[in-house]
């Protein structure tokens, strides 16, 4: 039998049957872009990656090398704070979890955060535990094709569900930061952009944690 284009409502039912829904969200067969400022205009020429904090010994990649490191594709299912999910989405890039295998990063023992730095200033927090999971990735290409640039082209973190949810740690796609360029290493947790503005810090879409549980406001 040919495979049949479900409609919004069938595919909805289906993951909502098969468990991969998470409270309070709807899926999205489009392809939302959501962000605060404008598009960074990237020059790969000059653009680098850097990789620096609690690490023995800080990186920095242009954009040759970092093409040249290991990379891989993942399935993901994408849940927005806003409440749309979307399941099945392809992407494939740069596993920080790998890199780390491989002894390309060397955290320190302290190392506990990790802080994304994207261009214009945009940043998201993250547990270095969940940063070295199979679901958060270092993407490049979007369902084969590199990034469009609304999407957060050349580089941006992705982290998302698996179908099974194997995966022990799960947060909502504002901790995916587009136009990335730098991973801080860190051994205190330090709020993100949106996690400033009052977003919960962990943001665990199956536990629908999308607004603070910690006030950081009173803590810094
Ligand atoms: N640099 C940057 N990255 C960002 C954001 C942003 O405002 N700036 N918004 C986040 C939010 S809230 C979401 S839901 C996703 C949206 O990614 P998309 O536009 O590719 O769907 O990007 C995240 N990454
Ligand atoms: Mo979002």
């Known amino acids: 039998m040919l495979k049949r284009i479900l409609s919004r409502r069938e595919e909805e039912d289906q993951v909502r049957r098969a468990n991969r829904l998470p409270p309070g969200q709807a899926v999205t067969q489009k392809f939302p872009i959501l962000h605060y400022g404008p598009v960074p205009k990237v020059d790969l020429a000059t653009w680098d990656?850097?990789?620096f904090g609690a690490v023995v010994e800080e990186r920095t990649w242009d954009w040759e090398a970092f093409n040249k490191l290991p990379r891989r594709q993942v399935t993901l299912d994408v849940h927005c704070v806003t409440r749309w999910?979307?399941?099945d989405t392809?992407?494939?890039g740069v596993a920080l979890g790998q890199l780390v295998a491989e002894?390309?990063?060397?955290?320190k023992p302290e190392a506990r955060y990790v802080l994304q730095h994207c261009e214009h200033g945009y940043t998201a927090n993250v547990p270095l535990?969940?940063?070295l999971q199979e679901n958060f990735?270092?993407?490049?290409h979007y369902d084969g094709r590199p990034l469009e640039p609304e999407h957060g082209y050349p580089l941006r973190a992705v982290v998302g569900s698996f179908p099974d949810r194997s995966e022990t740690m799960n947060a909502y796609f504002w901790k995916g930061g587009k136009w990335l360029r730098a991973l801080e290493f860190r051994a205190d947790d330090a709020p993100?952009?949106?996690?400033?503005?009052?977003y919960h810090n962990e943001g665990d879409p199956w536990k629908e944690q999308r607004v603070a549980g910690i006030n950081w406001f009173n803590r810094l």
Do not use: C
């Not at 002894?103 to 955290?107: D, E, V």
């Not at 993100?192 to 009052?198: I, K, L, Y």
């Open 85 to 87: 999910s979307k399941f």
């Open 90 to 92: 392809l992407w494939e």
């Open 103 to 107: 002894g390309l990063i060397r955290p």
């Open 137 to 140: 990735l270092l993407a490049t």
């Open 129 to 131: 535990a969940l940063a």
């Open 49 to 51: 990656f850097k990789i």
């Open 192 to 198: 993100g952009f949106w996690e400033r503005a009052g």
